[in-house]
């Protein structure tokens, strides 16, 4: 079982930055790949960024590449989502997922966060 909690969102003009946090409880998380994804309104949820358990691979998509960048530190439990170059269209609710076991390709996933708002002003 794992329990996410995300934070870091907020209100940013475009080309700024922000940098999402995941925090997480349980004893699955150090061997879990573990993902960002955002939902804008009226869209359905669609993948950002995954990261396998060793932070040795990840995952984009095409939208994010050269600007997110997903890393984390498992001594703290947490998953990061650094955001550089965000345009309006970044603008969404931003999720942390987890699955134990799985790859940084595969779409499923166990366990979700609340979400995060991040929108971004032209």
């Known amino acids: 079982q794992v329990h996410l909690v995300e934070s870091g969102g907020g209100l940013v003009q475009a080309g700024g930055s922000l940098r999402l946090s995941c925090a997480a409880s349980?004893?699955?998380?150090?061997?879990?790949?573990l993902g960002w994804f955002l939902q804008a309104p009226g869209k359905e949820r669609e993948f950002v960024a995954a990261?396998?358990?060793?932070?040795?691979?990840?995952n984009y998509a095409d939208s994010v590449k050269g600007r997110f960048t997903i890393s984390r530190d498992n001594a703290k439990n947490t998953v990061y989502l650094q955001m550089n170059s965000l345009k309006p269209e970044d603008t969404a609710v931003y999720y942390c997922a987890a699955k134990v076991g799985g790859t940084v390709f595969s779409p499923r996933y166990d366990y979700w966060g609340q979400g995060t708002q991040v929108t971004v002003s032209s």
């Open positions: 990261i396998s358990s060793s932070g040795g691979r990840s």
């Open positions: 349980g004893r699955a998380f150090s061997s879990s790949t």
